[in-house]
């Protein structure tokens, strides 16, 4: 087991200030605080190999929580350990088997080449000339760097910065590494590609990998097991695939057919969409055979397509449900 | 140990041609308000005009040679959350900065003194008549004086793990430090009372003592407060610093997605 998690908690203390102009002149004097609860009893563990996505909106917890296995932020209670280490405790042998990438920071040096920042990064985590050779050139083929090496970082777009970014974090070949939104802000193209690297090498050097993020394609794409967390709670932890069938006990059923066939769909499911031939109905999981046969066999199909909901759909629910329980 | 303090200096020694102008301002830039201070002086007291210059040419020197900015970038930094990447990675953040600092400093010292020696040339008062001793005393009053600065500032910088915006209160302390540490007026100008109190502060041992060593004025007596006071100041500052870091990270809220 790589990472382990138990009872963890995090709360700060804010300063709440009303608007207007007095009350900004109040709060020089008195000033008011709120705690918030920002990570509620979490457990979990993850084991040594795995890609697990953290999922959850805005402020739901996934970053404080990340924050907190990295050694950036001191628990308030509950114990976390990364391959043996308390990260809080900062040791720099711990801080040698991890990486933290953060989509929205950069940590190569804005104004010179990120070379520049490699050999840093060399030095400080003591990587000998061999293996960084080795490593930088298996980085800079998989990520295509090599006409990126000698530009200021500033120069770079977005996805340049942040294949960059990516290799200066595995320069020491990490065997746990937190990404947090790795791919926010990049085209679809770009994206894809950085997800494919991230599951190639977790393939190739079994690294353990935490991944947060709001595009449902990276965890589709990358993770068979996702946690929820929204208002500091682990709602779900386990397959993604378990979590769609639990939420959605449906799936979607595209028909095309000749726009003049007309039938009556509400027999077979509840109809999301019927226009230009094109039907799309919403039918029960375990009746997605019956109805396809029998459609097959009472009119003329010209294609039929059985999909499963979209993950958004299926993480809004769960986000919903966990708002009926409050 | 060695090893990583060369390849940070390195990169901080492409990073600062990365900014030339902006180095280039940081040198001259910050020699106008002395400059200005000088002429004051020299139009109230224009008989001792000499002195005046050799002061305040070396106040520049020793300023410039002794300037602190670590609490500018740790209050940039650790606000917008980039100081985390610091703090994950396996060299303690204070290096990087000593590290700046002697890439900069050695800058404006390359820089500095060669304008000093043409000045001499055409300048009888800059011509330095200090003895082999007197040069080592000063370059010892001169690091110490670096120290307690530098010290000071990334003390500040700390505070930035509990408040915004410390470079305020920062400000306020440069501000009282232009009086104490002898960069508004030569220590002999300043009324007593003034200097008995400028023993007790870190100010004096910033500047001006190193300063008063440079230009001829230090006596023995203010050689061995001065240099008593800025042992116990460097030490004070650095066990502040070594007992607040480990607080400070508790604290540290590590801001932002």
């Known amino acids: 087991m790589t990472i382990q998690v138990q009872d963890l908690n995090k709360s700060f203390r804010v300063h709440v200030r009303q608007e207007g102009w007095t009350e900004a002149l109040r709060s020089l004097f008195k000033r008011e605080y709120q705690t918030v609860q920002a990570v509620k009893d979490v457990s979990f563990t993850i084991n040594t190999g795995e890609i697990v996505g953290f999922l959850g909106p805005n402020g739901a917890g996934k970053t404080t929580t990340m924050k907190m296995l990295a050694g950036l932020l001191h628990p308030t209670s509950g114990t976390i350990e990364v391959d043996g280490f308390k990260p809080q405790e900062q040791k720099n042998e711990f801080k040698k088997i991890m990486s933290l990438v953060m989509g929205q920071k950069s940590q190569l040096i804005w104004d010179i080449p990120p070379m520049e920042t490699f050999l840093v990064n060399k030095s400080v985590y003591e990587i000998d000339d061999h293996s960084f050779r080795q490593t930088l050139d298996e980085l800079v083929e998989l990520l295509e760097l090599q006409p990126l090496l000698g530009r200021p970082v500033r120069n770079m777009s977005l996805g340049q910065r942040m294949k960059c970014e990516l290799a200066c974090s595995l320069l020491h070949r990490p065997s746990v590494l937190f990404l947090d939104e790795p791919t926010i802000g990049l085209d679809v193209n770009t994206q894809e590609k950085v997800r494919q690297f991230i599951a190639n090498y977790n393939r190739e050097h079994k690294t353990t990998i935490l991944l947060t993020s709001h595009y449902m394609g990276d965890v589709t794409a990358l993770c068979d097991r996702v946690m929820i967390i929204n208002h500091g709670k682990l709602l779900y932890d386990g397959e993604l695939q378990v979590l769609s069938e639990k939420l959605t006990p449906y799936k979607l059923l595209e028909v095309r057919l000749p726009s003049s066939t007309r039938g009556p769909w509400e027999s077979y499911g509840e109809v999301v969409t019927f226009e230009d031939g094109k039907l799309t109905l919403r039918v029960a999981r375990d009746r997605v055979p019956l109805v396809s046969s029998e459609l097959l066999a009472n009119y003329e199909i010209n294609d039929l397509n059985i999909q499963d909901p979209p993950m958004e759909e299926v993480i809004t629910l769960a986000f919903q449900e966990e708002s009926h329980d409050h | ?223 061995m407060i001065g240099f008593i006071g800025s042992f116990i100041w460097a030490v004070v500052l650095i066990v502040i610093i070594s007992l607040l870091w480990n607080a400070g990270l508790k604290k540290n809220q590590a801001v932002g997605g």
């Open chain 2, 1 to 223: 140990m060695i090893t990583k303090y060369l390849a940070i200096l390195r990169m901080k020694y492409v990073e600062m041609f990365a900014y030339q102008l902006s180095t280039m301002v940081w040198m001259f830039g910050t020699m106008v308000q002395p400059l200005i201070t000088m002429m004051v002086w020299m139009n109230i007291y224009p008989d001792q005009g000499e002195s005046f210059v050799l002061y305040f040419v070396a106040l520049i020197m020793v300023e410039r040679l002794t300037s602190a900015w670590d609490v500018w970038e740790m209050d940039r930094q650790i606000r917008e959350g980039t100081f985390s990447y610091q703090i994950v990675r396996p060299f303690h953040p204070i290096h990087w900065a000593i590290a700046e600092n002697i890439v900069y400093k050695g800058l404006f010292l390359v820089v500095l003194v060669p304008c000093w020696i043409i000045l001499a040339l055409f300048i009888p008062s800059l011509r330095l008549h200090l003895s082999v001793t007197g040069w080592g005393l000063f370059l010892a009053a001169l690091l110490l004086g670096a120290v307690i600065r530098f010290a000071m500032s990334f003390l500040f910088g700390i505070l930035c793990f509990w408040m915004n915006k410390v470079t305020a209160i920062y400000a306020m302390f440069e501000t009282v430090s232009l009086f104490l540490s002898g960069q508004i007026a030569p220590f002999s100008l300043l009324p007593p009372v003034v200097k008995q109190i400028s023993t007790f502060f870190p100010y004096r041992y910033m500047i001006g003592f190193p300063l008063e060593i440079l230009t001829g004025t230090a006596n023995s007596h203010t050689l």
